[in-house]
């Protein structure tokens, strides 16, 4: 049964980092992309970044780009997202993806996880 974990949600001070995790069992791993998107109360889910198969390939919204980054390790079926210089608008529930191919548009995913949430509040 294909699964996908968010870890590593949590309550942070504006200016502050954490570092998601997104766990993946079920299915081959290293054949899949891995998106990172997010959620706030009354808005659209949006797309953040995504990772293709092999790691080299990324893509990063505008929103987040030069403060998030993602990264992946094949070897222990992970995705990371570290964020930084975080803001109390990034607060708001975030969810791991799997997909064919690399995309920040949420159409293109088939497995979310059940996601974790941040707060960025002082």
């Known amino acids: 049964q294909l699964q996908l974990v968010e870890s590593g949600g949590g309550l942070v001070q504006p200016g502050g980092s954490l570092r998601l995790s997104c766990v993946a069992s079920g299915f081959t791993f290293r054949y899949v992309a891995i998106g990172w998107f997010r959620q706030a109360p009354g808005k659209e889910r949006e797309g953040l970044s995504c990772?293709?198969?092999?790691?080299?390939?990324?893509i990063y919204a505008d929103s987040v780009k030069g403060r998030f980054t993602i990264s992946r390790d094949n070897a222990k079926n992970t995705v990371y997202l570290q964020m930084n210089s975080l803001k109390p608008e990034d607060t708001a529930v975030y969810y791991c993806?799997?997909?064919?191919?690399?995309?920040?548009?949420?159409?293109?995913?088939?497995?979310w996880g059940q996601g974790t949430q941040v707060t960025v509040s002082s």
């Open positions: 993806a799997a997909s064919p191919g690399c995309s920040t548009s949420t159409l293109t995913y088939d497995y």
């Open positions: 990772i293709n198969m092999s790691g080299i390939g990324t």
